[in-house]
C-alpha cells in the first residue's frame, strides 16, 4: 500500500471522518476502537488483491444487494473492489449444513480464489450461513446479538440498524479509497 509523507493514521482519519461526515453519528466515535482493527484487516486483505464474498442473512439481502451494486460505481475514482454476493455465486449455500459440506465448500472456494479471499457476513447468528462465516477465522463479521471476538456487534432490535448498516458501509467504502491511494497509515 502506498504511503507518502503526509499520511495521518487510520485511528486519526477514523476519527475525524466521523466527526465531519453529515451522515455519520456519534454512536460510530464511541465504538471505533471496535471497528478500527476489523476495517483495518479487511482493508489490507483488499488492497493486497484478495476478493470479497458478501454473505447476508434473509433480512439483510438487501444490504449486500447495495453494497455489491454501490462498490464500484464508476463515478468513484479507484478501481474496482473484487466483491461478490456469496449467495448469487453459489445458489445452493441455504443447503450446506455439515462440516463436511462447509469445508468441501470452502476448497472450492479456495481453488477458485487461489485462497485469496475472505467472508463478509452481515446478519444474525443463525445456521447455515454464520456456520459458513465463522468457519474460517479470518471472516469480516458484522453478526447481530451476539459479542464475540472479531466481530463488529449490532443489535437486531435497533430501530436505527438499516441506518447503522449504511453508514458503516459508508465509513467503509471511504476507507478503501484513503487506503488505496495511501492517505493513510496503517500501524
Do not use: C
Not at 13 to 25: A, F, G, N, P, V
Request: without cysteine; charged residues 25%; negative net charge.
Amino acid at each position: 500500500m502506498p504511503m507518502n509523507s503526509t499520511s495521518k493514521s487510520f485511528d486519526q482519519w477514523t476519527l475525524e471522518t466521523i466527526r465531519y461526515d453529515k451522515s455519520m453519528m456519534t454512536w460510530l466515535e464511541e465504538r471505533r476502537y471496535e471497528w478500527i482493527p476489523l476495517a483495518v484487516d479487511a482493508i489490507k486483505r483488499i488492497v493486497s488483491g484478495y476478493t470479497v464474498l458478501l454473505l447476508a442473512d434473509e433480512e439483510r439481502q438487501w444490504f449486500s444487494d447495495y453494497v455489491v451494486t454501490s462498490v464500484n460505481k464508476s463515478l468513484k475514482s479507484r478501481p474496482f473492489i473484487p466483491i461478490y454476493d456469496l449467495k448469487k455465486l453459489a445458489p445452493y449455500i441455504h443447503r450446506i449444513k455439515s462440516n463436511q459440506d462447509i469445508e468441501l465448500f470452502f476448497d472450492m472456494l479456495s481453488i477458485s480464489y487461489e485462497d485469496r479471499f475472505f467472508i463478509w457476513y452481515v446478519g444474525k447468528s443463525i445456521p447455515p450461513y454464520v456456520n459458513i462465516a465463522k468457519f474460517r477465522d479470518d471472516s469480516f463479521l458484522w453478526i447481530l446479538d451476539e459479542d464475540m471476538q472479531n466481530n463488529f456487534t449490532l443489535q437486531s432490535f435497533d430501530e436505527m440498524l438499516d441506518i447503522k448498516l449504511l453508514q458503516l458501509f459508508r465509513l467503509f467504502d471511504k476507507s478503501l479509497d484513503v487506503a488505496m491511494f495511501g492517505e493513510v497509515a496503517f500501524e
